[in-house]
């Protein structure tokens, strides 16, 4: 079965720093790869999203990630957080199945910026 | 446009009590998934809803969880009788449409609903 790994589950940073979420996934084969956001008190949106193509995505916010296939990782970067960046950030991976696809998510990384 | 509308947004109940959630997805979209997210953990799918049959219900504990999209729009969970371990946040979400070739179909949440069970 597929599985997604999160590295950190909390991660605490002042404002300004750079950011970096590990994500790593069990899946050999062609993956679709996402990091969902949420802040306090509000619904799991979408940060960004890599289908196919240039292995570099960049999201909103000033959110990047990097697809290595080699390593199976698709880890989050921002060079300088905001306190508005506090949040939990979820890693997910697409698998497929008898035609469908469902999305296997990580555990999350709780973020914390301190102005 | 409106988003994918979940209630209640809280609720509590004590172990062996019945509780349904209510999902109404964003207007057009053809699937619909409910997922549970216990503390500390990330969403994992109970049930996904193409239109109004299930197409994968793999994970649903169907000894105590049913759900139903009759109309193919809004749905319903319920959990009877509830266990302690199912405190947790029901998140439904929804997307255009699934299937061979679909597959970029991007999900959209709702808030959810806290269910503590006591």
């Known amino acids: 079965a597929q599985s997604v790994s999160q590295h950190n589950h909390h991660v605490i940073l002042s404002e300004a720093a750079s950011l970096e979420l590990g994500c790593n996934y069990s899946?050999?084969?062609?993956?679709?790869l996402f990091w969902y956001v949420q802040y306090p008190g509000q619904h799991l949106q979408l940060l960004l999203k890599?289908?196919?193509?240039?292995?570099l995505v960049k999201g909103i916010k000033g959110f990047e990630a990097e697809f290595i296939k080699s390593k199976f990782s698709f880890n989050l970067r921002k060079p300088s957080v905001q306190w508005s960046d506090t949040a939990e950030y979820f890693c997910?991976?697409?698998?497929?199945?008898?035609?469908?696809?469902?999305?296997?998510f990580g555990a999350g990384t709780r973020l914390a910026v301190h102005p | 446009e409106a988003g994918v509308a979940q209630s209640p947004r809280y609720k509590i109940i004590e172990k062996r009590q019945s509780v349904a959630f209510w999902c109404n997805p964003i207007?057009?979209?053809?699937?619909l998934y409910w997922y549970q997210q216990i503390l500390g953990q990330g969403p994992k799918l109970l049930i996904q809803?193409?239109?109004?049959?299930?197409?994968?219900d793999s994970q649903l504990p169907k000894d105590r969880f049913s759900a139903e999209r009759l109309k193919g729009v809004d749905s319903t969970l319920k959990i009877q009788p509830a266990k302690l371990e199912d405190s947790a946040v029901y998140l439904c979400?929804?997307?255009?449409?699934?299937?061979?070739?679909?597959?970029?179909?991007?999900?959209?949440f709702g808030a959810g609903t806290r269910l503590s069970v006591l």
């Open positions: 997910a991976v697409t698998s497929f199945s008898g035609g469908y696809n469902k999305l296997i």
């Open positions: 899946y050999g084969g062609t993956v679709n």
């Open positions: 890599y289908f196919s193509g240039d292995p």
């Open positions: 979400a929804s997307s255009l449409k699934q299937g061979l070739g679909l597959a970029k179909n991007i999900q959209y």
């Open positions: 809803f193409q239109n109004n049959g299930v197409v994968d």
């Open positions: 207007s057009g979209h053809a699937t």
